[in-house]
């Protein structure tokens, strides 16, 4: 019991402090809107003037990258909350936490949800857009929306926090830009598909968590443009998150 | 557990980093509410024995028991038992001051009927109820350590540590934080383990201090008797030539011990009005130049610098500021 009210503690501490910073919300906006409005349409016509197909599985260039720039946010949002574990430790909050009588798995669960929480709530703020776009969103599919991108969220967030566990000073943060999201983002599949890709580069999607998320928004969204069943993606993307949470528990349970 | 038995008991509490003994075979006894002091210089192992008997750094070798739990086997126990007031910073300055407050209640497991009014009483006791709605980057510093103070407090822990708990605080401030730290121990009956380099400080709170130095107690005792074991009074004299005037002096009058820092001479002996006389006759045959002559008795911090063989001030000089700056780094941001 107290285990949990420790792990909701945790959880409630994170999202507000995410909730309370109004201007990086909307800021956080930005990005993925000049993605969708300027990459979208720049490209897509683009493509139109060399006499190349601007089809990508029946839709506009830009509705087909819609649910990659989801999958965008929640990509950059999440990884960067889960790294703020090392601001935790840098101004001293984390000692609070350690000390207190709850259990390192538990700390690991309240921060990851809390994250995964937040990193949802900016893509939600993302599907209104989806009208201007001109993907069809109905009741159902913004429902199954839900528990996608908090699944993906959540597997995001933890990657960020066992990459905090290891990394010992702020500089480490260029390397995880450079390193870790901006790969995930390009093999994700977020703005071209993959599955007519030469077959070296898209063995390297498939080992890309996102991809799965990506192709399961697309799936809700688009309908006709993915590459897995959904119950793959799905399971894959459990399967995903359990694991890195267990790895993200056991870095953070060795004590020094 | 029950009262009978210690607050905290060490055995042979060891710490190693690599090949560097941090705490050596420590071996402590603290009563249930007593207000103890840690003494010691920079890098004497004093923040290594709080985190071990905190849990958040496991012993090498060796246990304590902390409220009658085993730090190794029970840190669980051990800490729904402690509170502590970290030296650095440790509070979340994008909350408020009752949002920190309800976080550490929740993370402590205190039920919800008695969450409001333990924060108002803590509130009260270090006098910010009329900040506790303002978010913490408001609150200057001496603030923030009353709102730490506070939230330790907050689940009635049995064992309470405060690590340096007054660094770079205004003395007013300080003034403060002492009383409530007194009338915490006599109301609450909370046992309080605090570390510190004031010495005036640990003169002021302390019921017993324990002087360490690598790792080890070079004494313990109540402040009273640490300054009577002295058996003496402390001479301080500014000479241009400390090393002539030592060795003349050591064969005419009594020394009990003698100690240079930077030409200043602290020579330890009995009687030292009568004294002084006899130094500046031999120090004028002797040709060495006296600046000044400063008779001193006893204080704590001659006890320390008895048993430690440096002034705690200078050892803890440079060590002052880095907390400080870590402190701007974080108002700049």
Redesign the interface.
């Known amino acids: 019991?107290?285990e949990l009210?420790?792990i909701?503690?945790?959880w409630?501490?994170e999202v507000?402090?995410y909730i309370?910073?109004r201007s990086r919300l909307v800021s956080s906006l930005i990005t993925p809107l000049l993605w969708l409005v300027i990459f979208g349409v720049g490209l897509g016509s683009g493509l139109g003037r060399f006499g190349t197909t601007t089809s990508f599985y029946g839709y506009r260039y830009q509705i087909f990258i819609f649910p990659g720039i989801i999958g965008q946010t929640l990509l950059f949002t999440a990884i960067w909350l889960g790294i703020s574990l090392i601001w935790d430790r840098e101004?001293?909050?984390l000692?609070?936490?350690?000390?207190?009588?709850?259990?390192r798995t538990s700390i690991i669960l309240g921060k990851a949800m809390g994250g995964a929480t937040s990193a949802f709530l900016q893509g939600l703020l993302l599907l209104p857009f989806s009208f201007v776009v001109g993907v069809e969103l109905t009741p159902i599919s913004f429902l199954v929306c839900l528990p996608i991108m908090f699944l993906i969220a959540l597997g995001l967030v933890t990657i960020g926090l066992s990459l905090a566990a290891r990394i010992e000073s702020l500089e480490g943060f260029n390397l995880i830009m450079s390193f870790v999201i901006m790969p995930m983002f390009f093999l994700s599949g977020a703005l071209f598909p993959i599955d007519t890709l030469p077959q070296w580069l898209r063995i390297f999607t498939y080992l890309d968590p996102l991809t799965y998320g990506v192709d399961a928004l697309r799936f809700i969204l688009l309908v006709n443009a993915y590459i897995f069943p959904l119950y793959v993606d799905f399971s894959v993307l459990i399967g995903f998150t359990v694991s890195i949470i267990l790895i993200a528990a056991r870095e953070f349970n060795i004590?020094? | 557990m029950g009262q009978n038995g210690y607050a905290i008991e060490t055995f042979d509490l060891t710490k190693k980093f690599g090949g560097i003994v941090a705490v050596r075979k420590l071996n402590l006894k603290i009563e249930y509410g007593e207000i103890f002091g840690l003494l010691g210089p920079n890098g004497a192992g004093k923040t290594t024995t709080i985190s071990m008997l905190c849990t958040i750094v496991n012993p090498t070798s060796g246990t304590a028991m902390v409220n009658g739990y085993d730090i190794v086997k029970e840190p669980h126990e051990v800490r729904k038992s402690i509170g502590i007031v970290f030296q650095d910073p440790s509070i979340d300055d994008r909350l408020t001051g009752r949002e920190n407050l309800e976080f550490h209640a929740m993370l402590y497991g205190v039920p919800k009927e008695v969450r409001e009014r333990r924060i108002a009483d803590v509130l009260r006791l270090v006098e910010l109820e009329d900040r506790a709605n303002s978010i913490m980057y408001t609150y200057s510093g001496g603030m923030r350590r009353r709102l730490e103070i506070a939230r330790g407090l907050l689940h009635y822990p049995k064992v309470l540590f405060l690590d340096e708990p007054t660094l770079g605080l205004d003395p007013q401030t300080r003034e403060h934080i002492w009383e409530y730290i007194e009338e915490l121990s006599r109301r609450e009956h909370i046992t309080i383990v605090l570390t510190t380099h004031y010495m005036e400080e640990a003169e002021k709170l302390c019921d017993r201090v324990a002087i360490i130095d690598y790792g080890q107690i070079k004494v313990l005792n109540t402040p009273d008797s640490l300054k009577n074991s002295l058996e003496g009074d402390v001479i301080k004299i500014r000479t241009s030539n400390p090393g002539l005037l030592t060795a003349q002096l050591s064969e005419k009058v009594l020394i009990l011990k003698s100690q240079e820092t930077n030409g200043l001479l602290s020579i330890t002996t009995k009687n030292g009005e009568t004294v002084i006389p006899k130094i500046v006759e031999i120090a004028y045959n002797a040709g060495a130049n006296v600046e000044s002559v400063v008779l001193q008795k006893p204080t704590l911090n001659d006890v320390f610098l008895y048993y430690t063989g440096r002034e705690i001030r200078a050892a803890e000089a440079e060590h002052h500021l880095a907390p400080m700056a870590a402190v701007r780094r974080r108002r700049i941001k």
């Open positions: 019991m107290s009210l420790g909701y503690s945790i409630l501490r507000k402090r309370r910073e101004f001293g909050f000692k609070e936490i350690l000390v207190a009588p709850i259990s004590k020094k």
